[in-house]
T-cell receptor
Framework: SQQGEEDPQALSIQEGENATMNCSYKTSINNLQWYRQNSGRGLVHLILIRSNEREKHSGRLRVTLDTSKKSSSLLITASRAADTASYFC?????????FGAGTRLTVKP | EAEVAQSPRYKITEKSQAVAFWCDPI?????LYWYRQILGQGPELLVQFQDESVVDDSQLPKDRFSAERLKGVDSTLKIQPAELGDSAMYLC????????????FGPGTRLTVT
């Protein structure tokens, strides 16, 4: 069963704008990961944030984690058409990882 | 760059038939996962292997699904008999294990049961 909820379910923006996706979860975690999935393909790991971290950056990606609120956000800055994909958060706890339902991002050129 | 291989990429089968999927993880990756992803949803874990041993198969419908990783390398997931509700993407992923948590996914097998 899904262990996380993502918000929004779908997001449509113009190229160059920033995209923010949110993930809420219910159980404690060791780390939280974000993955991208292009249509009909496998998932690609983007970034991992540990439970003792609050913010992490990788290129145009910024991830925050608030363990008190059991929530995380993924920010993609200066979006490109190639960022069009589904984005999933994944909660890892004691050798068990569960995915959220995903946010479908569309970046219009 | 090493990749997780899966075959076939697409499979159409009639209900009540048997179907099998194959996965070859990245060399040296001890942990292997099979996920099922229904269109519009996130992946759901079916089974997790550590080397050749099953670590978690609590979500595997064992009356019809089976999975094996006999030599701790490649793996096969079987469905027998297939039902209409089994139509989904079946994803295989692997990771090195230990303190490395990133999972590497294959391209998936799209199953359609008619």
């Amino acid at each position: 069963s899904q262990q996380g909820e993502e918000d929004p379910q779908a997001l449509s923006i113009q190229e160059g704008e920033n995209a923010t996706m949110n993930c809420s979860y219910k159980t404690s975690i060791n780390n939280l990961q974000w993955y991208r999935q292009n249509s009909g393909r496998g998932l690609v790991h983007l970034i991992l944030i540990r439970s003792n971290e609050r913010e992490k950056h990788s290129g145009r990606l910024r991830v925050t984690l608030d363990t008190s609120k059991k929530s995380s956000s993924l920010l993609i800055t200066a979006s490109r058409a190639a960022d069009t994909a589904s984005y999933f958060c994944a909660m890892y706890n004691n050798n068990d990882m569960r995915f959220g339902a995903g946010t479908r991002l569309t970046v219009k050129p | 760059e090493a990749e997780v291989a899966q075959s076939p990429r697409y499979k159409i089968t009639e209900k009540s038939q048997a179907v099998a999927f194959w996965c070859d993880p990245i060399s040296g990756h001890a942990t292997l996962y099979w996920y099922r992803q229904i269109l519009g949803q996130g992946p759901e874990l079916l089974v997790q292997f550590q080397d050749e041993s099953v670590v978690d198969d609590s979500q595997l419908p064992k009356d019809r699904f089976s999975a094996e990783r006999l030599k701790g390398v490649d793996s096969t997931l079987k469905i027998q008999p297939a039902e209409l509700g089994d139509s989904a993407m079946y994803l295989c992923a692997s990771r090195t294990g230990g303190s490395s948590y990133e999972q590497y996914f294959g391209p998936g097998t799209r199953l359609t049961v008619t």
